[in-house]
């Protein structure tokens, strides 16, 4: 088992930065993948981006590349998304998941509880 908690999120003006963590716990050595994933209101949830723990490989959404950066401290088991440029589309729930390598993907199945993000003036 895993555990996920997801902090830092928060209320900021359109052009501002967050930095969100999700910091893991449990048989962390069980995954490959760690991703992060939003959901706005009456919005499908919408995967955001992942790091891959072997390679370190991180693909990214369209809608945040160049904006947003994954990131993991392998000491800490902490994986981090930092958001620069911040835009109300932004706005949302957003979760931190984990799971195993599958081909073609992650199979997420760790969630955490999520951290709210609103990007208004």
């Known amino acids: 088992q895993v555990q996920l908690v997801e902090s830092g999120g928060d209320s900021v003006h359109p052009g501002g930065s967050l930095r969100l963590s999700c910091a893991a716990s449990g048989y962390v050595r069980s995954t490959d993948c760690f991703g992060w994933f939003r959901q706005a209101p009456g919005k499908e949830r919408e995967w955001v981006a992942c790091?891959?723990?072997?390679?370190?490989?991180?693909p990214y959404a369209d809608s945040v590349k160049g904006r947003f950066t994954i990131s993991r401290d392998n000491v800490k088991n902490t994986v981090y998304l930092q958001m620069n440029s911040l835009k109300p589309e932004d706005t949302a729930m957003y979760y931190c998941a984990a799971g195993r390598a599958l081909p073609g993907g992650c199979d997420y199945n760790y969630w955490g509880q999520g951290t709210q993000v609103t990007v208004s003036s």
């Open positions: 790091i891959w723990r072997r390679t370190g490989d991180t």
